[in-house]
């Protein structure tokens, strides 16, 4: 696992969690329908099945396009291109705590970007598992970042960072529970209030389970973003790497996420370490995950997509042409209308070291 600050994070392994369903799964929430728009005609099976309920996420989550994490050694290309108007990528991720600040030379970049470009906020401590206090202080900051870029939505992770004042540094998972459902929905519900706006909640990769838990971890994602009816943030490569690391098919999991909650999708490369693949957010996004990703996109249709690369940072053309490749591989689907594209074909060569 990897925290968005710069730090490896420790890491562990331990048997996969139980399968077994508990009651809380299929919690009913209304809908406000304003906030989205109705997705295009879904292509497959398992998509054609949903069509009798309303399918609805924000309009930006179809159409945002293709993106990178801004990151600041990036700076000057990126204010070069934006002025001769040669930004080849739709929209920049930012990590929200890097800009919570009162002024200074990142705010004012962050400013002339946003102005050509849409910019979306996605944090690392809202701390949304812990069994603290909501940080309002935290909040307060996220508030006025949020009013000031106006982003499609603010994101942050589906984990715990703390407990008891002391921030672990680490993006931890959480116990697979009814209990937790309810206590990490009620504290969406009370963030998404404070900032007046859902916010998309990100599946984080894992390294460990609980004995407690009592469903699968995309059972777990589903029932948090229905009960707080929030979006969700599918990271494709840490789904690949828990799937490894716990041995479950990541097709179910891919498979089973309501169309209507896929905000936004993350593509990330992972290391192998031994028997584990660890999170590191330091390679080209790797075939297996291009694969991956392509399912998705089958199943879902057009969806902002984003490529994250937090260590070893190449130059921003190659973190440029991994979005565009990403371009290129949704292209092609739609245009084949199935993952057996020749794109899909051609792809595990491209993410390879
Ligand atoms: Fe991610």
Redesign the pocket.
């Known amino acids: 696992m990897r925290g968005r600050q710069g730090r490896e994070i420790a890491t562990g392994r331990l048997p996969g969690a139980s399968l077994s369903p508990p009651p809380a799964l299929h919690t009913s929430h209304s809908r406000d329908t304003s906030r989205g728009t109705t997705h295009p005609t879904p292509r497959t099976d398992t998509a054609a099945a949903m069509q009798d309920s309303p399918i609805t996420r924000p309009a930006a989550a179809s159409s945002l396009g293709f993106g990178v994490g801004l990151r600041p050694v990036h700076f000057p290309v990126i204010l070069e291109r934006v002025a001769q108007q040669q930004l080849r990528i739709d929209w920049f991720e930012i990590i929200s705590e890097n800009y919570m600040v009162p002024g200074g030379r990142p705010l004012r970049i962050l400013d002339e970007i946003r102005s050509h470009v849409p910019v979306v906020l996605h944090g690392v401590s809202m701390n949304l598992g812990s069994t603290d206090p909501l940080d309002e202080a935290y909040l307060e900051g996220l508030a006025r970042l949020a009013d000031r870029v106006d982003p499609p939505w603010v994101s942050d992770h589906l984990c715990w960072t703390g407990v008891d004042a002391h921030n672990l540094h680490d993006l931890l998972p959480l116990p697979y529970t009814a209990e937790t459902v309810r206590h990490v929905a009620d504290r969406i519900g009370r963030v998404q209030d404070r900032l007046r706006r859902q916010i998309a909640i990100?599946n984080v990769s894992s390294y460990l389970s609980y004995t407690s838990d009592e469903m699968t971890e995309w059972e777990f994602l589903t029932a948090i973003a229905e009960e707080a009816d929030c979006g969700i943030?599918l990271?494709v490569?840490?789904i690949f790497v828990s799937a490894h690391n716990h041995d479950f098919d990541a097709s179910l999991y891919v498979d089973a996420i309501p169309i209507e909650r896929i905000y936004q999708i993350?593509l990330?490369g992972h290391s192998v370490q031994g028997p584990l693949l660890i999170d590191t957010h330091d390679h080209p996004v790797r075939a297996e995950v291009w694969k991956l990703y392509e399912r998705v996109i089958s199943r879902i249709g057009p969806t902002a997509t984003l490529i994250?690369w937090d260590d070893r940072i190449p130059s921003y053309g190659v973190l440029e042409s991994e979005a565009l490749l990403a371009r290129s591989l949704c292209e092609d689907l739609l245009a084949h209308g199935d993952s057996e594209s020749p794109r899909s074909a051609r792809s595990p060569q491209v993410g390879q070291e």
Do not use: G, Q, T, Y
């Open positions: 990100e943030l990271d490569n840490n993350h990330a994250e």
